[in-house]
């Protein structure tokens, strides 16, 4: 049995994508809550040409793990993967962990039941003590329910560009309230450009996986509409940049969801969940001055296109 506290129920996850879909949104979770989503989702990653961002956090993580295993110098520690997806990357940092000689417990929480499961079953396989929460990282009682469970030392792990998938300086101010002293804070990022950052997303296999919740519900691209992806500025921070999609419609729709009808007309949007992207020297400049954290160690990829922070709790 693999234990996995559960602050929201799939029933809820239900009807908040009818409420959602009927408002013609569809928020990140739902990318990864139908079964065709996670079989495209591990496509995607596991593929002969996988996710760039997936693929650049995961090379960074093997390439430094034993150096950030050095530098949290702890005992004991606790790795929380918040949006942990299918754990590959977390699992990398506690066999680090452990080598480096501490004692290492794992908390994976996503909204995923079934990437969550398959995070908490690598980490048993690996001989690793481990309990999942099944939660929305938006939601304010996730922080709640995480800060009532310490007990020691904590690894927080926002990885795959996860900082991304909710405005940055709300996950930074979550993050600011529930990261303790003796904490630390892993988390990474895209380097906005916006020819390769856009190549990365408009493309065959990326296509598929972002197209997957809409195929669940019985649409198909180009005969009911088109997947449309852009970037723009984020008026709110210099340097923030986002990658949006959404479907356009080309003939009106009836879809008929849990025996509620969705209504779609010709040209209309079905917006979907964006993803945040850095300037270069914005990740780390929102790390300090929006989170609150000083940067401990900065780890890039070969092609300049991806950051990772390892960060500490600066002076309140």
Same mark, same amino acid.
């Given at each position: 049995?693999? =234990?996995?506290?559960?602050?929201?129920?799939? /029933?809820?996850?239900?009807?908040?994508?009818?409420?959602?879909?009927?408002?013609?949104?569809?928020?990140?979770?739902?990318?990864?809550?139908?079964?065709?989503?996670?079989?495209?989702?591990?496509?995607?990653?596991?593929?002969?040409?996988?996710? &760039?961002?997936? /693929? &650049?956090?995961?090379?960074?993580? /093997?390439?430094?793990?034993?150096?950030m295993a050095g530098l949290v110098r702890a005992p004991a520690i606790e790795v929380v993967s918040l949006g942990a997806g299918?754990?590959?990357?977390?699992?990398?940092?506690?066999?680090?962990?452990?080598?480096?000689?501490?004692?290492?417990?794992? &908390?994976?929480?996503? /909204?995923?039941?079934?990437?969550?499961?398959?995070?908490?079953?690598?980490? &048993?396989?690996?001989?690793?003590?481990?309990?999942g929460i099944k939660a929305d990282l938006a939601d304010p009682k996730t922080a709640a329910?995480?800060?009532?469970?310490?007990?020691?030392p904590r690894l927080y792990a926002v990885l795959g560009n996860s900082l991304g998938v909710i405005h940055p300086l709300d996950f930074l101010a979550s993050l600011r309230g529930l990261v303790g002293p003796q904490d630390r804070l892993l988390l990474d990022g895209e380097v906005f450009n916006s020819v390769d950052t856009m190549a990365g997303y408009d493309n065959p296999v990326n296509r598929r996986f972002a197209f997957a919740p809409l195929e669940s519900v019985g649409l198909e691209e180009g005969r009911d509409g088109a997947l449309v992806f852009a970037s723009d500025g984020d008026p709110r921070v210099e340097g923030l940049y986002r990658v949006t999609k959404h479907f356009r419609v080309e003939r009106r729709l009836q879809i008929l969801l849990a025996g509620r009808q969705v209504e779609?007309?010709?040209?209309?949007?079905?917006?979907?969940?964006?993803?945040?992207?850095?300037? =270069?020297?914005?990740?780390?400049?929102?790390?300090?001055?929006?989170?609150?954290?000083? =940067?401990?160690?900065?780890?890039?990829?070969?092609?300049?296109?991806?950051?990772?922070?390892?960060?500490?709790?600066?002076s309140r």
């Open positions: 049995m693999l =234990p996995i506290e559960v602050l929201q129920t799939e /029933s809820e996850l239900a009807e908040e994508f009818l409420t959602a879909f009927e408002k013609h949104y569809l928020p990140e979770k739902f990318f990864y809550w139908f079964p065709l989503s996670v079989k495209a989702w591990l496509e995607l990653c596991q593929g002969a040409r996988p996710y &760039r961002n997936f /693929s &650049r956090s995961y090379e960074l993580v /093997s390439k430094h793990a034993a150096d299918q754990g590959d990357k977390d699992l990398l940092l506690l066999q680090a962990l452990r080598t480096a000689g501490a004692e290492v417990r794992y &908390r994976p929480v996503d /909204s995923s039941l079934a990437l969550l499961e398959l995070a908490l079953m690598q980490a &048993r396989e690996a001989s690793f003590p481990a309990a329910a995480l800060a009532a469970s310490a007990d020691g779609l007309q010709a040209d209309e949007k079905l917006a979907m969940n964006c993803s945040y992207k850095y300037a =270069p020297g914005t990740f780390e400049r929102l790390i300090r001055d929006a989170g609150g954290f000083e =940067p401990l160690a900065e780890y890039q990829s070969e092609d300049r296109r991806f950051t990772m922070l390892l960060a500490a709790p600066g």
